[in-house]
Nanobody, 114 residues
Framework: QVQLVESGGGLVQPGGSLRLSCAAS????????MSWYRQAPGKERELVADITSTGGSTNYADSVKGRFTISRDNGKVYLQMNNLKPEDTAVYYCNARLRALAYWGKGTLVTVSS
């Protein structure tokens, strides 16, 4: 069965760093574009970063450019988050896409607070 399992969330202080991981299984990982989304309380789910199936191209939301980096390797997708801000607080979700197909993880909570 398709499975996306996020990990690495937690509580960090403003200016700190976290690295999120997403372990993928049950599908042809190398054929899928991968993305990280997040949803903060009271807000819509938004795209944070995505990476092509080959890993050759990446895109980022303006709010995280220069601070976050998405990468992929051997069935895992990562989101390196640096210089975290309180407004980054959200549940972060891993997403896999191939045309009409889309899979979601259950999310991992990131809380940025002093």
């Amino acid at each position: 069965q398709v499975q996306l399992v996020e990990s690495g969330g937690g509580l960090v202080q403003p200016g700190g760093s976290l690295r999120l991981s997403c372990a993928a299984s049950g599908f042809s990982f190398s054929s899928y574009a991968m993305s990280w989304y997040r949803q903060a309380p009271g807000k819509e789910r938004e795209l944070v970063a995505d990476i092509t199936s080959t890993g050759g191209s990446t895109n980022y939301a303006d709010s995280v450019k220069g601070r976050f980096t998405i990468s992929r390797d051997n069935g895992k997708v990562y989101l390196q988050m640096n210089n975290l801000k309180p407004e980054d607080t959200a549940v972060y979700y891993c997403n896999a896409r191939l045309r009409a197909l889309a899979y979601w993880g259950k999310g991992t909570l990131v809380t940025v607070s002093s």
